[in-house]
Every structure is written in structure tokens, then in C-alpha cells.
């Protein structure tokens, strides 16, 4: 029962704490009453410098529009002085909204929404002098002049909407409403300025600008109807006797006779709107005025009870430290504890169990994830703790769980690749027995595309077989020539034609690697030649280094950035678990868990040629024992001329090495034509039997005559030529 105290005592303490947070949350309110005070206190400086002088200069604006279109109508010198003085009128209103915009405390009082409606506002005006030579010029019409004219209004009424914002909801209502009913206003004087130039002119509306009258009118009745009924009843006096007066009922006559396409006589026009101007003007004034009243003693009576409540706060605020740091130095030690058992578990016991699951391992959950030692006094730390003991079984068995089901997926996979493999063997030895028994050139040579396309498939089943963790299934028992290993990655390589292998001494590979280096340089090899022009060479060159042997396979392609060269490299040096999602690099991922199975270094850099080189390592436990390397010997053959196929012209028969007729894969039919023994052409170590093949001996060697060397010389040149056109014809192989 003792050790329970101290857990009831900071419980109690801790439910104490919303309490205390209530009360400053009651100070926090208090310090957003003050701004609430201060902001009623900015409208009054708003409406000050910037709602009185804005009033001033839209209705100056409103005027000059009024005189501009008479003046459009009638360019009549009477006219032109009144619309002279009005400018100078509109001239000075400008400059005095500029003045008292442009003071300390307006600038302060704006937000960063007026600023930037203020600028507009601006821009605005700066464009009237441009207006002013289209009506002088007479460049403009009636409806232009109306669209030109209502900027400036229209952006002062954005202008006083933002000024209205505050957080007592009933002055931004009345506000509002207020400024719909200015902007009414405006909508009334280009009515006024419409018509007037129109009967100055002496006749009626045309139809543009009936269309044009009728928008204004509609809208100006709309506002009205619709935002009056908002005004207090108070505020909204002035204006309801304003639309019962016999004055608007005149001007509202007037205006529906225009819209019937009629005609009125121009001062009675010009007289009726301007009695409804002068009541519209007072009646706005008025309210205007009573809202800007209104605002002074809200921000007075805010003030008193911000100091009220702002003092409660501090004080409640105080009392909350107090507690809080009692209760949370307690809390922050125990957690501090139930942190370091969490970093323990996340960054070393997890890591182990993942690092256990990539090798293969079997993982106890219990032993790798156990529970935390029992940390603090409180029932809510120790809830804490169990359940992290529960997050943490749970992330256990989940990896353990999805590690099985890789490997699961990951067995699928071999075994269907072994399936392919075996189908695919199988294949190579049927395509054999056709090869010798064909007869007819032309099927031969289909027979021989179809060999190098079946042996591209059975490694493209191999590479699957690496991808899922398996290894290659063919395996040599002695070392093999390094060369021979190359140029049987080639022969995997669909434009196996463009890739040359330079000579490279007699160094050899351990048969037990064979299988996998030979696949790691197909890939790299079938790489270089896609992405590399059809007929450009890929170039591969091997030599002894200190650490082992080094071969370089080259393209003269465009080449990579040298962001993308740096991230291949960091991949295949050091490569990551492969994520079957990420198909399009999958000859680099095999790349990788070859280099990494068999310690391989591979490295990609600029070549000089202007495409990519590829270096790769092969350290020194991969070497075989050395091969001597036998002399190339010519042997003199009868400098006869030969013909052509291709052009047709005679070309001498150059001297060929003597082992290229010990070593070639055509041998003479019952028919007399060549026949090609498959895997004579390879080194004996590489033939997929494991047998070495014995030299012929004399007696076996059939003596060719001028006449067969020629002819046989003549299909080994034709056949040479149209495997490199073909190669320089085909696609690339995605």
C-alpha cells in the first residue's frame, strides 16, 4: 500500500493541471481582448487617412466621368472649361489622399492585405492621365469610358472591404453592408454618365450601351435591396428615406423610360441624378461618421476588461509554472528512462535482428525483443512501457514474418528459373542435332540465330536465379582462359558482332567462378552495347595489376551524368537488398550481388571515347594458373583473287593465322558443304560437356584445294559481312 502514495499523489497532481491551464487560458483570452481593443482603435485611424480622403476622391472621379462623357458627346468649349476645373478638383483629391495615406500612423495601421490593395488603388490612379488623352483625342466611347473610369472606384471599394475586418462580428457586419451600399453609389454615376453622354448627343441608348445601362441598374437595385435590410435600423433611417422620396422615385422614371429604348430631355436628366446624388452623398456620410463614433467607446470598454482579465491570468498563469514544474521534473526523469530503453531497442536490438534476417538466421522473438524492466512510479509510465513491449513483439514478428515470406517468394522464384534452365538446356541440345543434320544454308542460318537467342534466355533465367539468392547451375572444373571467359559473355549478347576483345595474356579464372563472371561481364557487355550507337564498337581489354586482374569494357556512347555514374557506383559497391518493384535496372542488380559474392570491384567512369568505361577487379583468389600462349603463325596461302558477293569485285585472299583452320567450326558434308560443329570454336575448359577435345590429327585433316579454300574463304567473308549488317540493322533491345 505504501508505494501506491506517491502514485495517487501525482495523479491528483496531474488532473490538478487542467485546471490551473483553464485559468490561463483565461489570461490568454484577456491578452486577445487587447488586441481586439487595438483593433477598433486602427479602424478609427483608417477611416481617419484613409476612408475620408478615399470617399473624397472617388467622388471626384465620379464627377470627372460624368463631364467627360458630356463632353465625349457635345466637345463643346462650355463643357471642356467645367471638365478643366473638375480635373483640378480631381487633381487635388488625389494629392490629398496621397498625403494623409502616406503618414506614420497609416502606414502602421494597414495590414498586408490593405498594403497591397492600397498599391493597387495606386496603380489605378496613375493610369488617369492616360484616360484623360483618350477623351481628349476623342479615342474612346461611351462604354470604353465607363470600363476605364470604374477602376479607380472599384479598387478603392477592395480597399475599404479589408478595412473592415475586425473581430467584433456586429461592426464588420455593418461595415459590410456599408460598403455594398458605396459601391451601389458608383454603379448609380455611371449610370449617370452613360445616358448623359447618349442624349447629349441627341439620341437614345444604342444597344451596347443599353446593354451596359441595364447591368448597372439591375446590380445598383440588387445591392440595395440586399444589403439595407442589414443596416440597424438606425443606420439604415437616412437611406430608407432616401428610397421613398419623390426624388428617386423621378430619377427611377426616368431610368426605366431609357430602358424602353426611349428618350428623355437631357436636363431633366442631369437634374434628377444630380438631387439624388446629393441625398445619396449625405446619406452615406451620416452612417459613415456613426460607425467611426461607434468604434472609440467598443475599444475604451475592451481595454477595461482586457486589464481585468489579463490580471486574473498572470496570476493564473504564475500558479500554473509553479505546479507544472513539480510535476514535470517527476515525469521528465521516469520518462527519461522509459527514452533510453526505447533507443536501445531501435538502434541496436532491431538493427541485429534485421542484420540476423539478411543472413539467414533464425531469430527468437522472445530472447531479441524482450520486455522493459519496470521504469517510474506512476500507473501511466508503466502503461507506457507495455505498450511499447507491444509495439516492439509486434515489429519483431512482423519482420520475422516478412523475411519468411521473402524467402518464400524468393524459392518460387529459383525454382521456376531452374525449370527454365532445364527447358532451356534441353533446347540447346535439340538445336544441336538440327544444326548438324541441315543441309540448306539458309536453315542452317536460321538454326544458328536461334542457338544465340535461346542462350541469351537461359541467362536471362540465370540472372533471375541470382536475383532470388540462388547460383548459377553450371559449374567447370578447371580454370578457363580469361579471353575464352570473355568472349562467351559476348556470345550472350545480342550485337555480340560490334564487341571486340583485345589480346590479353594467358591469364586464367577458377572454374568455380566461371559460371557467375561470365554472366556479371554478359550484362555489363549487353549494357555498353545498348546504350551505345549500332555500329559503334564496344571495346574490352584485360591485363595483370597488383591486386589482381583488371578488364576495361568500353562504348562510344553518350555517356552519363556524373550524379547517375556516382550513384551506380555507391550501389553496386555496396549493393542493396533487391526490391522487386525496380525493374528497370535489373542487369545492374545482378551486377552487384555478383560483385558482392565473389569480393569483384566494379566501377563505372567516363571513357574517352565519349561514352561510359566499366572497370572491373577481380581479386587474386579468382586466378587460375597462367596458360602459356601459343605464336600466331601465318600460313601462305595462293595470293589468287577471289570474287566478291557484296560488290562484285576481286579482292586478294589475305594470309590467315594456322590455327584458325585447326580451330574452325565448318566442316565439309557428304554434300560438300561446310557443316559447323558446335563448341569447336571454344576453349576445351569452356565446353559445356567438361570434355576436352583432342587435336585432330593429320590423317583427319582434309586437305583443301586452291579452288575449295577459295570458295570456302568466299562463304566465310559473305557470311561475315551480312552478320554485320544484320547487326547494324537490328533494334535495340530493351
Known sequence: MASSRPIRFKISALLAIPLISLLALWGFAATVTVGDSMSLLTISTLFDTVGKPGNELGNAIQREHLISAEYLATRSDTVRADLTVQ?????????????????????SAMSQEMKIRFNEVMNRLNALESIRAKVDNGRIGLVGLSRDFSLVPEALNRLFSTMSLNNDLPLYQQSRSLNMVTYAKDLFSRERALATGALAMGRALAPSELKLFNELAINRGFLLEQYLPELEPRLRQPFGGMMTSTIYTRYTGYEETLQEGETVALSDWRSAGDDLEVVYERALTAVSLSLA???????????????????????????????????????????????????????????RVMEKLRRGENVDV????PPLEPLGSTAEIHDVAAAFDSVQDRAVRSAVEQAKLREGVAQSFRNLARRSQSLLQRQLKLLDGMQKQAEDPAALENLFLLDHLTTRMRRHAEGLVILSGGAAGRKWRSSVLMEDVLRGAAAQVEDYARVRIYPMAGSTLVGSAVADMMHLFAEIIENATVFSPPGGEVSIRGELVGRGFAIEIEDRGLGMTAEKRASINERLASPPEFDPAETDRLGFAVVGLLAARYGVSVTLRPSPYGGTGVVVLLPENLLGDPEPVEPMIPVPLPAEPMPSEITGTVEPVRPLPADLWKTTS???????????????????????DGTRQEPESAADIVERSPEEARALLNSFQSGWRRGRSEGENDGTEQ
Not at 480635373?87 to 489622399?97: D, K, S, V
Not at 526523469?333 to 533507443?343: K, P, T
Open 87 to 107: 480635373r483640378t478638383a480631381t487633381n487635388q483629391a488625389r494629392l490629398r489622399f496621397r498625403e494623409q495615406t502616406n503618414t506614420e500612423s497609416a502606414k
Open 666 to 688: 565448318l566442316r565439309r558434308g557428304n554434300a560438300g558443304l561446310p557443316r559447323r560443329v558446335r563448341q569447336a570454336n571454344l576453349s576445351p575448359a569452356l565446353r559445356q
Open 293 to 351: 463614433d461607434r468604434a472609440a467607446p467598443s475599444a475604451a470598454t475592451t481595454f477595461t476588461r482586457a486589464g481585468i482579465a489579463g490580471a486574473l491570468g498572470l496570476v493564473a498563469v504564475v500558479a500554473s509554472l509553479l505546479v507544472s514544474y513539480r510535476v514535470g521534473s517527476g515525469l521528465t526523469r521516469e520518462l527519461a528512462g522509459v527514452r533510453r530503453a526505447a533507443m536501445e531497442v531501435a538502434e541496436i536490438r532491431l538493427p
Open 366 to 369: 522472445s530472447a531479441e525483443a
